[in-house]
């Protein structure tokens, strides 16, 4: 994770905001107009009891009172626009984040993400990007208003006596600059702490919720009950320290802002009595000090919730800033498919070699067989066909051509790739297997299902092909599942067909179904097969070892 400062989280955050500028100005001006009636209101006040008192006013009494009306009026509705402004801006901005977020992350699969925590992963793209709401709709409209608020009320009270306008200045910058600094200070990591805690607990939550019947098997769930509470206990812990500091800013502003109420009548006592102002430069500038610090507590609110905002807008940019393992391959000559190979091929891990000078060739309308020992890298060679890695040593092509030179788009044309784990989506089987090629016919779709074996089970559903199959696919076996996916590689109908461990979770009867549509399928296709079954190599061509470098 890259650590930021607050003020480059800040920047960047910011700048995400160019689309919205004009509504940012407008919540922005509202605000100002209304922090402003809420304090006139009061200093209209003051004129008012001026002029009963019989001091010569720039308005008569009820006119003051007319204007007094009218600024409780405009108060209210410009703070609704504002806060309803700033909401648009706050939850559109939200929308293009996970936007961005969302076409970051298809740029980064699958390489990048499969060795990433899911549960954190689903923190930051629901409960991270959730909590920028806060930097949006109530952080830099609100920075931007104690700003100019600031400029004009140190102006009109600075107006009766240069003194006061500099202790006006003081008073503000100490509650809305040197208070949230200083609480930020003292909240130090917390906010990232917390974040990250808030990530790893969402992981834990995910891993035990999809290993709960192991769990309940061994019994092991009192264990991982006991653990998951203690993970929250100490993320309650980290949070409660962090309100504990927020309420400690809260009282250390009130506490200064009525030092400074205090130190306002001194100083207007003093100048009065030694004749520097009148009765009103007395009067006035009190009121409007007193009445003025709106703006700037909404600064010192912000000094530890700022230090949540910015570790979840950190986390979130880390997202986007990261760089794809391999990037997508456009503006190249398209090709057919006439065969592959791999040549003397090595790749590792983490420094870990997994292959090794291994050398593959796929002719074209051949099966050819993938061997060897778990962990020895057969599934990892068919996704440097796909290009979901590069190739650190040797070369992967496909029609003679490299795929790194093939438009990304291209590749996937050509190649179907069915892995161990076929993933499901939470909607009908039909609309599960129409992603392989969203244009499919219904009789396409069932003609790829009766060669996968599956079409029959299917129809014995309550709901044939409409039939939701749940999240994750749960409600199947892992053969129906399995099943599914080579349906899906059928109906893409791409002529290089890669499958990992295809028959692993099926009888000897659906597996001889598959594979008598695979050597059916060989006069239009090629298919490269990694399996341990003996059964399933008998239809191979040839074969290879990934352990003796091909």
């Known amino acids: 994770m890259k650590r930021r400062s607050g003020f480059q989280v800040m920047a960047r955050l910011i700048g995400l905001v160019k689309p919205l500028a004009g509504y940012m100005l407008l919540a922005i001006f509202m605000g100002l107009a209304g922090h402003l ?100 709709a109530h952080t830099i409209s609100p920075i931007a208003i104690a700003a100019l608020f600031t400029i004009i009320l140190c102006g009109f009270i600075g107006s009766f006596h240069w003194a006061l306008g500099l202790l006006a200045l003081g008073a503000y910058a100490t509650v809305g600059v040197l208070l949230p600094l200083a609480v930020s200070r003292l909240s130090g990591d917390g906010g990232r702490k917390l974040r990250a805690q808030s990530g790893e607990l969402s992981a834990f939550v995910l891993d035990s919720l999809r290993g709960l019947p192991e769990l309940l098997q061994y019994g092991q ?33 009130n506490t200064v802002i009525l030092g400074f109420d205090l130190f ?130 040797g070369a992967v092509r496909l029609s003679g051509r490299d795929v790194g030179r093939i438009n990304t788009a291209n590749l996937r044309e050509l190649e179907s790739f069915v892995t161990q784990d076929t993933h499901l989506f939470q909607d009908s089987i039909k609309n599960n297997l129409r992603i392989a090629r969203l244009d499919a016919t219904d009789e396409e779709i069932i003609a790829a299902c009766k060669k996968a074996s599956v079409h029959g089970f299917i129809m014995t559903l309550p709901q044939g092909y409409d039939t939701p199959v749940g999240e994750l696919g749960d409600t199947l076996s892992g053969g129906e599942r399995q099943r599914l996916g080579l349906a899906r590689a059928f109906l893409h109908g791409g002529p290089l067909m890669l499958l990992d461990e295809p028959t692993s979770s099926l009888d000897s009867l659906n597996e001889a179904v598959i594979l008598r549509s695979l050597r059916e399928e060989r006069e239009e296709r090629t298919v490269v097969l990694v399996s341990h079954r003996q059964s399933t190599m008998r239809i191979a061509d040839r074969v290879y070892s990934v352990e003796r470098g091909g």
């Open 264 to 393: 306002m009548l001194f100083a207007v006592a003093a100048l009065y009595r030694a004749g520097a102002v009148g009765f009103d430069g007395a009067l006035l500038p009190t009121l409007a000090l007193m009445s003025s610090f709106g703006p700037c507590v909404a600064l010192a609110n912000l000094g530890s919730t700022l230090q949540s905002t910015f570790a979840a807008g950190n986390r979130v940019l880390d997202i986007l800033d990261e760089a794809p393992v391999v990037n997508e391959i456009t503006g190249r000559e398209p090709v057919g498919f006439s065969g592959a190979e791999a040549e003397n091929v090595s790749f590792s891990y983490g420094g870990e070699t997994v292959l090794d000078g291994v050398s593959v060739e796929v002719p074209e309308r051949q099966i050819v067989g993938i061997v060897g020992r778990s962990g020895s890298g057969k599934s990892t060679l068919l996704k440097l066909f796909m290009r979901f890695w590069t190739v650190q040593n």
């Open 221 to 253: 769930g009192e264990a991982r009950l006991a653990e998951m509470n203690a993970r929250t206990d100490a993320l309650s812990a980290e949070e409660g320290r962090m309100k504990r500091t927020a309420g400690l800013g809260m009282a250390v502003a």
């Open 37 to 136: 009636c809420a304090v006139f209101l009061t200093v209209f006040g003051g004129y008012a009891a001026l002029c009963v008192l019989g001091f010569g006013t720039p308005l008569g009494l009820t006119a003051l009172f007319a204007c007094m009306g009218a600024f409780a009026l405009l108060r209210g509705v410009l703070r609704y626009a504002e806060q309803a402004c700033n909401h648009f801006i706050a939850f559109k901005l939200l929308a293009l984040i996970r936007d961005k977020v969302f076409r970051t992350l298809r740029r980064l699969c699958p390489a990048k993400l499969e060795g990433r925590d899911r549960g954190d992963l689903i923190a930051v793209i629901t409960s991270d990007i959730e909590l920028l709401e806060v930097f949006y």
